[in-house]
């Protein structure tokens, strides 16, 4: 992108989480419209493991940008959905437990994620492998929201007591 002014940076760097606003508002829509979390969810972090890829292999600064800009779109579209299916598998203490626990594990990949990202450009002499670590990552966690159980079976429900009869 060349020699770029302190306030041209600046205005650059919001890009990604303004479009990442957009993306929160529409993915969280269509998964409303849907009632479907969890493939929404699979395919958005598809979609920032794919755009995180083109970001650490393309030769072109802006073309780069561009892939990180759907990153941002991406990774800020799944945030509502990762909580709501949070939301929706534990309730009470379990609830707050799991949101505490979630919570410490991001402020631990908060610690040691630029570290390792450093520590691998440093040895590397760029952040392409970095990038390909992220996109790894991306990839399992959208495996792993492609897969879940996030409805109880019929048979736990079951044994359940209606909702009426409780109140």
């Known amino acids: 992108m060349g020699d770029l002014s302190n306030i041209e940076v600046g205005f650059l760097s919001a890009i990604p989480p303004l479009l990442g606003v957009i993306g929160t508002i529409v993915v969280s829509r269509s998964s409303d419209r849907t009632g479907d979390r969890k493939f929404h969810l699979a395919a958005v972090y598809l979609l920032a493991a794919i755009a995180m890829l083109g970001s650490a292999y393309v030769a072109s600064p802006v073309l780069a940008f561009v ?3 759907i990153v941002g779109f991406s990774l800020n579209a799944g945030n509502p959905l990762f909580w709501s299916i949070n939301a929706s598998l534990l309730t009470g203490a379990a609830g707050a437990a799991s949101i505490a626990m979630v919570n410490t594990l991001a402020q631990f990949g908060g610690l040691i994620g630029p570290w390792c990202i450093g520590l691998i450009k440093d040895s590397t002499g760029s952040f392409s492998w970095a990038l390909v670590g992220i996109a ?22 079951a044994g359940a007591i209606p909702s009426s009869v409780t109140h």
Do not use: Q
Request: aromatic share 8%; glycine share 4%; hydrophobic share 55%.
């Open 136 to 157: 790894g990552f991306l990839l399992v966690a959208s495996a792993i929201a492609a897969t879940m159980r996030v409805k109880p079976r019929e048979t736990e429900l």
């Open 67 to 69: 892939f990180l800009c």
